[in-house]
C-alpha cells in the first residue's frame, strides 16, 4: 500500500511558476513510476508527465513540454513537478499517483493522492 500527499498548489499569475510536491508513504516508493495527472472542471482527467524509477524515461503530454519539469527524490519518497510559464488553461486539481508499470495510461495506475488545486490567473 502506497500513499500519497500532495502539496504546492496555489493562485498565480499567468507566466509565473510553482512547485508541486508529493511524498509517499512506504519504502517502496524507488520501485514505482510515478505521474502527475490533472483534471479541469468538466473533463477527463489527462496525463500531465511521468517519471520511471531510475529517471531514465521521462514522459510530458504536449501541452506541458518545455514547461513543466518532473523529478523525483527517491531518498525522500518525494516526486516534484516544476510549473514554469503557467497559462490560464493549466488550472486544474493536480494529482500524483504511482504506477508499478512504466506508462502514462491513467487506468494503469495503482495508487492516487488527494490533489492540490493550481489556479492561474489571466
Known amino acids: 500500500q502506497v500513499q500519497l500527499v500532495a502539496s504546492g498548489g496555489g493562485l498565480v499569475q499567468a507566466g509565473g511558476s510553482l512547485r508541486l510536491s508529493c511524498t509517499a508513504s512506504?519504502?517502496?516508493?524507488?520501485?514505482?513510476?510515478m505521474g502527475w495527472f490533472r483534471q479541469a472542471p468538466g473533463s477527463e482527467r489527462e496525463f500531465v508527465a511521468g517519471?520511471?524509477?531510475?529517471?531514465?524515461?521521462?514522459a510530458y503530454a504536449d501541452s506541458v513540454k518545455g514547461r513543466f519539469t518532473i523529478s523525483r527524490d527517491n531518498a525522500k519518497n518525494t516526486v516534484y513537478l516544476q510549473m514554469n510559464s503557467l497559462k490560464p488553461e493549466d488550472t486544474a486539481v493536480y494529482v500524483c499517483?504511482?504506477?508499478?508499470?512504466?506508462?502514462?495510461?491513467?487506468?494503469?495506475?495503482?495508487?492516487w493522492g488527494q490533489g492540490t488545486q493550481v489556479t492561474v490567473s489571466s
Open positions: 499517483a504511482a504506477s508499478r508499470v512504466l506508462t502514462t495510461t491513467t487506468q494503469m495506475y495503482n495508487y
Open positions: 512506504g519504502r517502496t516508493f524507488s520501485t514505482y513510476t
Open positions: 517519471m520511471n524509477p531510475s529517471g531514465g524515461w521521462i
